[in-house]
């Protein structure tokens, strides 16, 4: 019978208590190993690349725009990303998984939660917190409003403005308006660039 290999888990720089807490709970799992702590935002993509870790777990308010995880992705994809927020929303969690985190979580979330989040990203298996209701969006990358997230939906269905404002009975100028955020938010140019981020 094969030997065990555990899974090898990469850990960004988040605030003390909650590194030291991470750190901690890793460390007590025999099925995880931790290769890198405390990564510096700027040297993901180095500290990636070396320990070529199953799980990296990334701090929501270090990242600049949604492109940056998504590029992570994009160089990284046998690297699986655990994003931590502060209090995340439905809307926020969908878009991360759509540009290529693998499972989103809160920073208050409890221990078996955080460890079978680890567990089944490492599988490729989505996950997403239970969600609260009436909470503020935490400080953070830009997100995509609920409206923005609807045209979102239909831009990738191939759906023309003209279409899509009549679909949701507002101006072609107000599609085109929620386009070019979505556009920036997210980190792309076109249409073909957005629809590729499934």
């Known amino acids: 019978m094969p030997a065990h290999v555990p899974v090898r888990v990469a850990l960004a720089q988040f605030e003390d208590i909650v590194a030291h807490g991470l750190s901690w709970l890793i460390s007590e799992d025999e099925n995880l190993e931790l290769v890198a702590s405390g990564i510096d935002h700027d040297e993901l993509v180095t500290a990636i690349g070396e320990h070529q870790p199953n799980v990296a777990i990334l ?111 507002v101006s072609v100028e107000t599609v085109r308006t929620h386009a070019r955020r979505i556009y920036r938010k997210l980190g792309v140019k076109t249409r073909r660039e957005l629809r590729a981020l499934t």
């Open 59 to 169: 701090n929501f308010g270090s990242l600049r725009n949604a492109s940056e995880l998504r590029e992570l992705h994009r160089k990284f994809p046998k690297t699986r990303l655990v994003v931590l927020l502060n209090r995340p929303t439905d809307s926020e969690c969908r878009q991360l998984l759509a540009v290529g985190a693998t499972a989103c979580l809160s920073k208050s979330a409890e221990a078996r939660d955080v460890l079978h989040a680890i567990h089944l990203a490492s599988r490729g298996l989505h996950v997403l917190p239970a969600f609260d209701s009436g909470v503020p969006p935490p400080a953070g990358p830009d997100v995509l409003t609920p409206r923005e997230a609807e045209v979102l939906g239909l831009l990738r269905t191939g759906r023309s403005n003209a279409e899509i404002a009549q679909a949701l009975h």
